[in-house]
């Protein structure tokens, strides 16, 4: 038995000794580049073409193959608008034999910054890898006087007693322009979350919002911190302690920072600073149209008017299986005329309850139910357990059109 | 590289069975040997699988000799020897050296009570080459769509290291003695070259892993310079029947 152990001890001694290297990557070629902020050091993300690829690409770290042939190289940072920054940097290259089947293997080393025309650079792995990881970190002074403001669409459920599942998601909105009152026009097009510049000359910045027919105002107020931070950045003037002194909106509130504390700091990489809020509606009924054997079935409306709204609901004769009707919140009952493409008119009238409750403190419409038709007309139904008005909008009426 | 290992498992096989067959046969549960830490002999002999891989091994030309001197329980051993190797590949390059070895270290003799001096031990050594190396490159450079050809050449190369070892020491034949040692070779370190990163360290062998296998056979010849201390045995105290 003892005589085994010590063979197996030996055989296995010897098993140990003979594998193979393994050739995949053998070179330790590869560069990893990481974008950061000052002072926060956070990751940002930049839009820089990537010369490996040779497209623009919106990343906060790229991995740059190296020449091993050579023992130096340049990385040219290409933005749109043909702005390009460089960085130049230096290695050493050695060279190891690996096998037979795998030849040689070059090793590179003691990578160093020779120059560049960024904010800042520095060479955190002095090692290139295989293919991850960061060497060498660039850093830009941070924007100072960037806000930022998301927009988003509150929404509750309630049968007109109470009130639950209240969430509230991000929302675009389609801006015709965003001005502010010391630079014009700072935004157009849809958006989500929009960074916009603050006056620095003063602690006060109102901003215009245009969205087809609706304009907000938003007035914020912050002090100015004017200071040398970074030394690569100079003197810059730094916000805090912002406010809102006046709205428009339905609703505003602080974002909240990494110490979930309200936003009132401008930080770059950015933040929300400010979240707009719209209230949901509360008196949007939904008209489904459907045949005779129940199935639903478009229908080419020309036009919608009711006693409560002037003009036409509709902008331009409308073909769908269903419409959305605002109820007037002023009164108990709505009377709608729904004029077909065959000159054929249908007058839908419903009542309701006005339960004077609202979903939300801001918001101040109240919650509809018990949606009743009348008087009662033949082909015109309100759906069985669906007399409360929801938002978006749930079925609530049937019209059987032949 | 199969027939090798053969022969290999088949040499570890017979030296472990010589071995502790003579101790069976020799050594009685109550012999005793007087400590003396005089050296009773020098123990010189060489390396048979050096000379093995120079004989049939294109890529592989070397010897070593090894010593050891007794002191009482503990061996110095000292260990000098030369090698070079050739590596050959067809699509990107040659890898060559040559150069010698030295290692000095302690080892520890686990059978004690044996009086042939049999030797089952372990120990530690520390190593030191010198050696040239030369490499040849053929590669393809991708940023200037061109092969490569590069050549480099280190005169003068030092590495050191550190083995634990451990083996057997058997008594064949009056002076002549044979064995094997199993060394783990670990924390080499090169002088920082300026083209080449060592692939191979005489003495050490293949540098592209952390630590190192390495095995010899030997055969000695033992040279005493004083008798051994005797071996004696205990009385055993006779129960008296009541």
């Not at chain 1, 120059?115 to 830009?140: C, F, M, Q, W």
């Not at chain 2, 110095?76 to 070079?84: F, P, R, V």
């Not at chain 2, 190396?133 to 092969?147: C, E, I, K, P």
């Not at chain 2, 293949?206 to 071996?231: A, E, L, M």
Request: net charge negative; aromatic share 12%; proline share 4%.
């Amino acid at each position: 038995m003892k005589k085994l152990s010590w063979f197996a001890f030996f055989l296995l001694f010897f098993a140990s000794c003979l594998d193979d290297p393994d050739c995949y990557q053998l070179h330790n070629d590869f560069v990893g580049v990481t974008f950061r902020v000052m002072g926060t050091g956070k990751g940002d993300s930049v839009f820089v073409k990537n010369f490996t690829t040779d497209k623009f690409e919106h990343k906060p770290s790229f991995l740059y193959q190296i020449n091993y042939f050579e023992e130096k190289g340049t990385f040219s940072f290409e933005a749109p608008q043909d702005k390009t920054n460089f960085l130049s940097f230096a290695y050493t290259v050695k060279n190891q034999f690996i096998s037979e089947d795998c030849g040689s293997a070059f090793v590179l080393s003691g990578l160093h910054i020779l120059g560049h025309d960024l904010d800042s650079a520095r060479v955190i792995n002095a090692t290139p890898s295989k293919g991850s990881g960061t060497n060498i970190e660039i850093y830009r002074c941070p924007e100072t006087d960037t806000m930022t403001i998301d927009f988003n669409q509150l929404y509750a459920t309630s049968d007109g007693v109470i009130i639950t599942n209240k969430t509230s998601r991000h929302v675009s909105h389609q801006f015709e322009s965003i001005t502010t009152d010391f630079s014009g026009i700072v935004f157009t097009g849809p958006g989500t979350t929009i960074n916009l510049p603050v006056d620095t000359t003063k602690n006060e910045t109102t901003f215009t919002f245009k969205t087809g027919e609706t304009t907000n105002t938003l007035v914020v107020t912050y002090n100015l911190v004017t200071e040398q931070r970074y030394r690569p950045c100079g003197i810059q003037t730094f916000v805090n302690e912002l406010a809102i002194k006046e709205h428009t909106f339905d609703s505003v509130s602080f974002g909240l920072n990494a110490n979930d504390e309200p936003a009132r700091t401008l930080e770059d990489p950015h933040i929300a600073n400010l979240r707009v809020f719209d209230c949901p509606s509360t008196n949007l009924m939904q008209v489904n149209f459907i045949s005779s054997d129940g199935a639903a079935k478009s229908v080419t409306i020309k036009s919608i008017t009711a006693d409560h709204v002037a003009g036409d609901l509709l902008e331009k004769p409308y073909t769908n299986t269903t419409v959305t009707l605002p109820v007037d919140l002023a009164s108990s009952a709505s009377t709608f005329y729904i004029k077909y493409a065959n000159d054929t008119v249908d007058t839908l009238r419903v009542t309701y309850t006005n339960t004077g409750l609202q979903l939300y403190h801001a918001c101040p419409d109240p919650v509809i139910n018990g949606l009743v038709e009348s008087p009662d007309v033949s082909n015109i139904n309100v759906i069985t357990n669906s007399t409360v008005l929801k938002f978006p909008p749930a079925p609530n009426v049937e019209i059987t059109v032949n | 590289m199969s027939r090798l290992r053969l022969i290999n498992i088949s040499l570890l096989s017979l030296l472990s069975t010589l071995a502790f067959s003579q101790k069976s046969d020799s050594v009685r549960a109550d012999s005793v040997i007087k400590h003396s830490f005089i050296p009773t002999g020098v123990r010189v002999g060489t390396d048979l699988i050096s000379l093995f891989k120079t004989q049939f091994q294109d890529d592989f030309n070397g010897w070593e000799v090894n010593a050891d001197v007794d002191f009482h329980r503990y061996y110095l051993a000292i260990d000098y020897g030369a090698g070079s190797r050739t590596f050959l590949s067809d699509t990107s390059g040659n890898y060559s050296n040559d150069g010698t070895y030295w290692r000095v270290g302690v080892d520890v003799n686990l059978l004690l009570k044996d009086p042939d001096r049999n030797m089952v031990f372990f120990g530690a050594r520390y190593g030191k080459a010198n050696f040239s190396q030369d490499l040849t490159v053929l590669a393809w450079n991708q940023f200037t769509n061109s092969r490569e050809y590069l050549e480099y050449h280190d005169g003068s190369v030092n590495a050191h290291w550190i083995e634990l070892t451990g083996g057997l020491r058997v008594k064949i034949w009056r002076a002549m003695w044979m064995g094997y040692t199993a060394r783990f070779k670990f924390g080499l370190q090169s002088d920082d070259t300026e083209n080449i990163i060592p692939s191979d360290v005489p003495g050490y062998g293949r540098t592209n892993k952390d630590s190192y296998w390495g095995f010899n056979y030997q055969i000695f010849v033992r040279i005493p310079v004083r008798k051994p201390p005797p071996v004696t045995y205990k009385l055993k105290k006779k129960k008296k029947k009541v």
